[in-house]
C-alpha cells in the first residue's frame, strides 16, 4: 500500500525552465492538495481539488498551475520557475467527510538557481 | 484573517520529563483541529482530529486537548524517538478541508 507517491523527490531548475510535479494516490481519495513548506512559514496551500477534473487556488496560487484529469493523480507545474519557488512542496489527500486528516506524501525538494 | 500559532518554536527536554506544546488559533467558527508529526525529510504524519472545547484524545505518550482558545498536545515521558517537529492546524470549512497550518514546534528528547 503505497500511500501517497511523489516524484521527483529532488530537482535543481534555472530560473526561467518549467517542470510538473507529480502526486499519485492508491487510496481512492476525493480530495487532493499541494502545499508548499518554507522556514518559519509553515505549510501554505498553493491550489488543491475536491474530485476528477475539479481544482482551485489556495493560499498562495501565483505561478503554478494544476491538474486533476483522473482520480488518482494531482499534477503542479511550474511554467517559468523564479528563485522564489525553492521550497519542499507536498502532496497530500484525504477523504470525504472530513476528520480523518490528510496523508501526506514526502515531498519534492525544489531548488531554483 | 485565519492564524494558528504554535509555542514554543523549539523545545528539549531530558528522556522521562513530561511537558506541553501550545497552539492557539484565531479562526471564524473552528470546525476541526488537528496535530501532525513530522521527522526530518518526511511529510506530515496525522495524529489527532478534535472538534470541540473540552475533547481530548491520546495515543501512547501522547494527548491532544482543546479549549475555545487554543490545543495542547500533551508529551508524558517521553522517550528519544519522540524527538520530532509537531504541527497544529485548523479548519473552518469542512466542505474543502483546506488546513491552516501553524510553523510547528520542534522537540528533541535528549537520552
Known amino acids: 500500500n503505497a500511500g501517497v507517491t511523489q516524484t521527483p523527490k529532488f530537482r535543481v531548475l534555472k530560473t526561467g525552465q518549467s517542470m510538473t510535479l507529480l502526486c499519485a494516490q492508491d487510496?481512492?481519495?476525493?480530495?487532493m492538495y499541494w502545499y508548499r513548506q518554507d522556514p518559519g512559514m509553515g505549510l501554505r496551500l498553493i491550489h488543491y481539488?475536491?474530485?476528477?477534473?475539479?481544482?482551485a487556488k489556495g493560499e498562495v496560487p501565483d505561478g503554478y498551475n494544476v491538474s486533476r484529469l483522473k482520480k488518482q493523480n494531482f499534477l503542479l507545474g511550474l511554467e517559468s520557475a523564479a528563485p522564489s519557488q525553492t521550497s519542499v512542496y507536498f502532496c497530500?489527500?484525504?477523504?470525504?467527510?472530513?476528520?480523518?486528516?490528510?496523508?501526506f506524501g514526502s515531498g519534492t525538494r525544489l531548488t531554483v538557481v | 484573517e485565519d492564524q494558528v500559532t504554535q509555542s514554543p518554536e523549539a523545545l528539549r527536554l531530558q528522556e522521562g520529563e513530561s511537558s506541553s506544546l501550545n497552539c492557539s488559533y484565531t479562526?471564524?467558527?473552528?470546525?476541526?483541529l488537528f496535530w501532525y508529526r513530522q521527522d526530518p525529510g518526511k511529510g506530515p504524519e496525522f495524529l489527532f482530529t478534535?472538534?470541540?472545547a473540552g475533547e481530548e484524545k491520546e495515543k501512547e505518550r501522547l494527548k491532544a486537548t482543546l479549549t475555545k482558545k487554543e490545543s495542547f498536545l500533551h508529551i508524558t515521558a517521553p522517550k528519544p524517538e519522540d524527538s520530532a517537529t509537531y504541527l497544529c492546524?485548523?479548519?473552518?470549512?469542512?466542505?474543502?478541508?483546506?488546513?491552516?497550518f501553524g510553523t510547528g514546534t520542534r522537540l528533541t528528547i535528549i537520552p
Open positions: 478534535l472538534y470541540s
Open positions: 479562526v471564524s467558527g473552528l470546525r476541526g
Open positions: 487510496m481512492n481519495h476525493e480530495y
Open positions: 492546524a485548523a479548519t473552518v470549512n469542512f466542505g474543502n478541508e483546506k488546513l491552516t
Open positions: 497530500a489527500s484525504s477523504y470525504s467527510p472530513p476528520g480523518a486528516g490528510y496523508t
Open positions: 481539488s475536491v474530485g476528477e477534473g475539479t481544482t
